[in-house]
């Protein structure tokens, strides 16, 4: 196999073309990768393109209004040129991904061992017996309490968390290669999430699989991920390692977003907050997108799109005024 | 006297029916709860899904009937109001829920929802109404014009803002805050939390702030209340809890806060298993099955709530044999000094962009 990362994303833009004939653009220029066993955060607030991001990796986007370009590649394929049988033999087998509601991403008319086994017979065949057998280990591999009594429930029967397990239990189903978890432990309890998370770098150490962890928390994201990629508005605004990210942030929207959570470890008298909104994006701004929210912006921000360039070796940036700490010293 | 009185609290809901009506199992959804609120200070009440946060809020609003106990407001019993006097009531104490979607009439303006609370008090007359909304929505950092709109041409974070308005409308003296900022994204939940703040500050509100969030919890509450499947487990003030937590379940609550700290290095208690049902609370004391300290005697006598001399209250019976909460709690200085230093600039910076920041453009809802 190649030595290079086993998810590549080069330029990728998503737009949707609405009934209407309005044009959003959804992601623009993302470039993106995920070596072997790594677990990268895709950070932001909601409708910043993190979860079309994750959709188009799955080949899960609706191909009328959808319009992809770019190249997304996967082990050396490329998955946007793939045609869709084997995109189905991917999706479950070496791609596979967990959704924020357990509630409703089961069905609730198959037992959780029926849909567990559906999923290794139809990528790995065998006998029922075997699959069977195979799906009672991975419940037990996810820590749900008597596996071979629980398989024969219905998803109504189980908790929350138990469920969100189970997600994990079918994903795991054909030791995929990557990993997609969107929002996995939003819907739970703080306990729960905290089990949740656990399990996650349990089965990271097993398995070896990369994990694309997308999240809006960023206190998952340092629990678990190696390296982060903040979005904002479509793009990619700041990629650097897990520590770097927290401890010098080089993007004024990461500054923000850090600043806005309520700490566990001092109380502040005001919390940072990030004023204004997010750009319409069916005309996104010329310049800088983040230009009207920054409290550090310049004329040259509105002028031109800033390039995602490299501030401190693996830390990019999405700002001019980068590195900040010039902006405070 | 404290604004707010509530002594044993009880309310279970009828969970399944006989085919004649009789009650066959009840959810036990809260079971002896009291506390009081002192005017101007905020109590919140934290725990998980199910542990009966919400109930107690709307117990306290009467919005719902209690089995048992009593909820005195202003020193009246609250069971003794007659439909004048809850309708009175009713203007001392306000909600704001979770939900900013849902809690809002779709079909009115924001002028509409604003001026309707001020119509049934009959707190301002009909001419000058409008010039109350205006008040109102700069109050919450809205511009007056905006009263025109209706709410789906808002972002949560500003319908929100239009909950807390409403919620002002009639100058209550309480607000329950029911989850107000989990359905937020982190950067609009510090404006609602720093608005909140400062609505309290200038005009000397109380809250009873229901979460399941700490952080969120730690910033804004005077004194918080732990619950657990009905019951609550550990009283104190703020500052006290975060910083020596003393019953197993606020532990693990706080311990399982992730940080953003990928350093922080600290002890976890990982709870084990589900939390159970209500329906159906494990005997003698409610946590027992998720506890790490638990010992037969937790199996068998529910522990009573007993405060010590600082009014730190703990419903446990190995509070006094429990080790030291110092390894569970987040090291302190945990952002770097250059983090620090770049989030005050950024703070500073936007403050001089006007307090609460809602400009004209923002007024236009933003493509998903």
């Known amino acids: 196999m190649s030595a290079g990362p086993l998810v590549e994303i080069r330029d990728l833009r998503i737009r949707f073309h609405g009934d209407d004939g309005r044009v959003t653009h959804a992601v623009d220029s993302v470039d993106l990768s995920v070596a072997n066993g790594a677990t990268l955060g895709l950070v932001g607030e909601s409708g910043c393109g993190k979860s079309v991001t994750s959709l188009a990796i799955m080949g899960l986007l609706p191909k009328q209004s959808a319009e992809i370009t770019g190249a997304i590649r996967f082990d050396g394929l490329d998955l946007l040129q793939t045609p869709d049988q084997t995109l189905r033999d991917l999706r479950g087998n070496r791609l596979a991904m967990i959704f924020q509601e357990p509630m409703t991403s089961l069905n609730p008319s198959f037992t959780i061992g029926d849909q567990i086994i559906e999923t290794i017979l139809r990528h790995r065949g065998g006998s029922a017996r075997s699959a069977r057998g195979r799906a009672i280990e991975l419940l037990r591999r996810v820590h749900i309490p008597s596996p071979e009594r629980r398989i024969d429930e219905y998803p109504h029967k189980l908790s929350g968390g138990m469920r969100q397990r189970v997600m994990i239990a079918m994903a795991l189903a054909c030791d995929p290669q990557l990993l997609i978890a969107d929002e996995p432990t939003t819907a739970l309890d703080v306990t729960l999430q905290a089990q949740i998370l656990e399990l996650m770098r349990e089965l990271k150490a097993a398995s070896g699989a990369a994990i694309i962890l997308i999240t809006h928390d960023l206190g998952v994201v340092a629990e678990v991920c190696d390296e982060v990629a903040v979005m904002y508005a479509g793009e990619i605004v700041e990629r650097a390692p897990v520590d770097e990210m927290f401890s010098a942030p080089q993007h004024p929207y990461t500054v923000g977003l850090l600043g806005s959570i309520p700490r566990l470890d001092h109380r502040a008298e005001q919390l940072a907050t990030i004023e204004g909104m997010v750009p319409n994006m069916a005309q996104p701004p010329a310049g800088c997108r983040f230009a009207a929210r920054c409290p550090f912006v310049q004329d040259a921000c509105t002028s031109a799109p800033p390039p995602l360039v490299e501030v401190t070796p693996g830390h990019l940036s999405r700002c001019i005024r980068a590195p900040l700490e010039r902006l405070v010293s | ?368």
């Open chain 2, 1 to 368: 006297m404290a604004l707010l009185e509530v002594e044993g609290l009880v309310k279970h809901f009828v969970a399944d029916r006989s085919l004649f009506g009789r009650a066959l199992a009840h959810v036990r959804a809260v079971d002896g709860v009291s506390f009081s609120l002192e005017a101007g200070k905020t109590l919140a009440l934290v725990g998980e899904s199910g542990c009966g946060k919400s109930t107690v809020s709307r117990l306290v609003l009467r919005l719902i009937e209690p089995d048992a106990g009593t909820v005195r407001f202003d020193g009246r019993d609250l069971r003794s109001l007659d439909a004048g006097a809850l309708r009175a009531f009713r203007r001392e104490a306000q909600i704001i829920f979770q939900d900013p979607y849902a809690s809002l009439n779709p079909r009115m303006t924001v002028g509409q929802i604003l001026s309707e609370p001020l119509a049934l008090h009959d707190l301002v007359p009909a001419g000058r109404r409008g010039e109350r909304v205006a008040e109102l929505l700069h109050l919450v950092g809205m511009e007056p014009r905006l009263a025109r709109r209706y709410p789906h041409e808002f972002s949560g974070g500003q319908r929100q803002r239009i909950a807390i308005a409403r919620a002002f409308a009639v100058e209550p003296k309480l607000i329950i805050c029911d989850e107000p900022v989990s359905a937020l994204d982190v950067s609009i939940r510090s404006q609602i939390l720093n608005l909140l703040r400062d609505l309290q500050d200038r005009l000397a509100l109380a809250y009873i702030f229901v979460s399941h969030d700490l952080a969120v919890v730690k910033h804004i509450a005077d004194r918080v209340a732990v619950m657990n499947l009905g019951q609550i487990v550990e009283t104190a003030a703020a500052d006290a809890l975060f910083a020596g937590p003393r019953h197993p379940y606020s532990r693990a609550l706080l311990s399982a806060i992730p940080l953003p700290q990928p350093r922080a290095r600290r002890a976890r208690v990982m709870l084990e298993g589900e939390i159970p049902s209500a329906l159906n609370p494990p005997s003698g004391c409610r946590f027992h099955t998720r506890c790490p300290f638990v010992i037969d005697r937790c199996r068998n006598e529910a522990p009573g709530l007993v405060a010590d001399g600082t009014g730190h209250a703990t419903a446990c019976h190995r509070v006094g044999d429990l080790p030291s909460a110092d390894a569970i709690l987040p090291a302190a200085a945990g952002f770097s000094p250059a983090l620090e230093k770049l989030v005050a600039a950024f703070s500073r910076k936007t403050e001089g962009a006007g307090p609460a920041g809602v400009g004209i453009q923002s007024a236009t809802p933003t493509t998903p």
